[in-house]
Protein backbone atom coordinates (compact mmCIF):
# COMPACT_ATOMS: atom_id res chain seq x y z
CA UNK A 1 0.00 0.00 0.00
CA UNK A 2 1.49 3.62 -0.97
CA UNK A 3 1.98 6.16 1.76
CA UNK A 4 -0.80 8.43 0.06
CA UNK A 5 -3.49 5.50 0.27
CA UNK A 6 -2.77 5.25 4.12
CA UNK A 7 -3.15 9.03 4.52
CA UNK A 8 -6.44 8.51 3.07
CA UNK A 9 -7.53 5.90 4.86
CA UNK A 10 -6.27 7.96 8.41
CA UNK A 11 -8.24 10.75 6.90
CA UNK A 12 -11.06 8.96 5.78
CA UNK A 13 -11.45 7.52 9.36
CA UNK A 14 -10.78 11.19 10.68
CA UNK A 15 -13.63 12.35 8.56
CA UNK A 16 -16.30 9.86 9.91
CA UNK A 17 -15.10 10.70 13.37
CA UNK A 18 -15.69 14.16 12.57
CA UNK A 19 -19.03 13.18 11.13
CA UNK A 20 -20.09 11.31 13.87
CA UNK A 21 -19.60 13.69 16.45
CA UNK A 22 -21.86 16.05 14.80
CA UNK A 23 -24.52 13.79 14.05
CA UNK A 24 -26.25 11.23 16.04
CA UNK A 25 -27.78 8.87 12.84
CA UNK A 26 -24.25 9.24 11.51
CA UNK A 27 -22.41 8.03 14.54
CA UNK A 28 -25.34 5.08 14.86
CA UNK A 29 -24.52 4.17 11.13
CA UNK A 30 -20.91 3.97 12.08
CA UNK A 31 -21.12 2.01 15.09
CA UNK A 32 -23.59 -0.49 13.66
CA UNK A 33 -21.67 -1.09 10.47
CA UNK A 34 -18.29 -1.54 12.85
CA UNK A 35 -16.92 1.03 9.94
CA UNK A 36 -13.95 2.18 13.01
CA UNK A 37 -12.93 -1.43 13.00
CA UNK A 38 -12.61 -2.05 9.72
CA UNK A 39 -11.18 1.36 8.79
CA UNK A 40 -8.41 -0.07 11.82
CA UNK A 41 -8.37 -3.44 10.58
CA UNK A 42 -6.49 -2.51 6.88
CA UNK A 43 -3.47 -1.23 8.15
CA UNK A 44 -1.37 -1.57 4.91
CA UNK A 45 -3.04 -4.84 3.49
CA UNK A 46 -4.30 -3.84 -0.10
CA UNK A 47 -7.03 -6.58 0.21
CA UNK A 48 -8.05 -5.87 3.22
CA UNK A 49 -8.80 -2.08 1.75
CA UNK A 50 -10.38 -3.35 -1.39
CA UNK A 51 -12.78 -5.96 1.16
CA UNK A 52 -14.05 -2.36 2.74
CA UNK A 53 -14.46 -0.63 -0.31
CA UNK A 54 -16.91 -3.15 -1.81
CA UNK A 55 -18.33 -3.53 2.06
CA UNK A 56 -18.96 0.15 1.39
CA UNK A 57 -20.42 -0.19 -2.01
CA UNK A 58 -22.39 -2.74 -0.52
CA UNK A 59 -23.78 -0.63 2.04
CA UNK A 60 -24.60 2.16 0.35
CA UNK A 61 -26.65 0.01 -2.63
CA UNK A 62 -29.04 -1.77 0.10
CA UNK A 63 -29.62 1.75 1.50
CA UNK A 64 -30.92 2.89 -2.33
CA UNK A 65 -32.50 -0.30 -2.83
CA UNK A 66 -34.46 0.19 0.61
CA UNK A 67 -35.46 3.37 0.28
CA UNK A 68 -32.92 5.56 1.50
CA UNK A 69 -31.86 8.81 0.76
CA UNK A 70 -29.24 9.05 -1.75
CA UNK A 71 -26.94 11.76 -0.05
Do not use: C, H, P
Amino acid sequence: MTTELANEIKYLKIKLVYQAGREASVKDFVDKAELLSMIDAIQNDTKKYEEFARYIEALVAYRKFAGGDSR
